[in-house]
Nanobody, 124 residues
Framework: QVQLVESGGGLVQAGGSLRLSCAAS????????MGWFRQAPGKEREFAGCITWNNLSTYYSDSVKGRFTVSRDNAKNTLYLQMNSLEPEDTAIYYC?????????????????WGQGTQVTVSS
């Protein structure tokens, strides 16, 4: 069974940084795009960023562009999210997701594997 396991969440002050990791249990994801989504309390899950299977392209939501960086190490079956200049509005549960496709998508329904999520809390 394919599993995605996030780690690296925690409590950080505004302006600080965190790096999230997502370990995939299968090499299947080497040929698929991978994404990061987040869900704040009382809000719907939203797209944050994604990366194509070959590391050539990344895409971000407007709210995180310029502050967050998605990367992957296919040899380690691991996806990363480097988050800088964190703001209280970034407080959410962060989920990594495996896409059905090799190209990126902003839409939840294009991802068929999900991690359990990791909490990120940014204090003001």
């Amino acid at each position: 069974q394919v599993q995605l396991v996030e780690s690296g969440g925690g409590l950080v002050q505004a302006g600080g940084s965190l790096r999230l990791s997502c370990a995939a249990s299968a090499r299947t994801f080497r040929s698929k795009a991978m994404g990061w989504f987040r869900q704040a309390p009382g809000k719907e899950r939203e797209f944050a960023g994604c990366i194509t299977w070959n590391n050539l392209s990344t895409y971000y939501s407007d709210s995180v562009k310029g502050r967050f960086t998605v990367s992957r190490d296919n040899a380690k079956n691991t996806l990363y999210l480097q988050m800088n200049s964190l703001e209280p509005e970034d407080t959410a549960i962060y989920y990594c997701a495996g896409s059905k496709y090799s190209t990126c998508s902003y839409y939840l329904y294009d991802y068929n594997y999900w991690g359990q999520g990791t909490q990120v809390t940014v204090s003001s």
